[in-house]
Nanobody, 116 residues
Framework: QVHLVESGGGLVQAGGSLRLSCAAS????????MDWYRQAPGKQRELVASISSGVYTNYADSVKGRFTISRDNAKNTVYLQMNSLKPEDTAVYYC??????????WGQGTLVTVSS
């Protein structure tokens, strides 16, 4: 079983940067697709960025050019570098691991608050 632990959230001023980390347990990290989702108060959870088990990445239009997802398979960790943060980026950010037909796992979430 895979267990995910996010870190790196916090309070930042608009225009600032944060880097979120998601550490995964287990030995199959390199085979997992990894995603970052977020959920703002009163809104549905939305996909922010994805990275395949290889090198393919995908981003929501709202974060393209500002956020970068990456992974370090040696450290079983996926990252979300967030630059030029805006108040509308305020949300709980969740790490998500997937291997179709085998598993789907969520982290507990980390809060990002962007002040104006």
């Amino acid at each position: 079983q895979v267990h995910l632990v996010e870190s790196g959230g916090g309070l930042v001023q608009a225009g600032g940067s944060l880097r979120l980390s998601c550490a995964a347990s287990g030995s199959i990290f390199s085979m997992l697709g990894m995603d970052w989702y977020r959920q703002a108060p009163g809104k549905q959870r939305e996909l922010v960025a994805s990275i395949s088990s290889g090198v393919y990445t995908n981003y929501a239009d709202s974060v393209k050019g500002r956020f970068t997802i990456s992974r370090d398979n040696a450290k079983n960790t996926v990252y979300l570098q967030m630059n030029s943060l805006k108040p509308e980026d305020t949300a709980v950010y969740y790490c998500h691991a997937r291997r179709p037909g085998h598993l789907e796992v969520w982290g507990q979430g980390t809060l990002v608050t962007v002040s104006s």
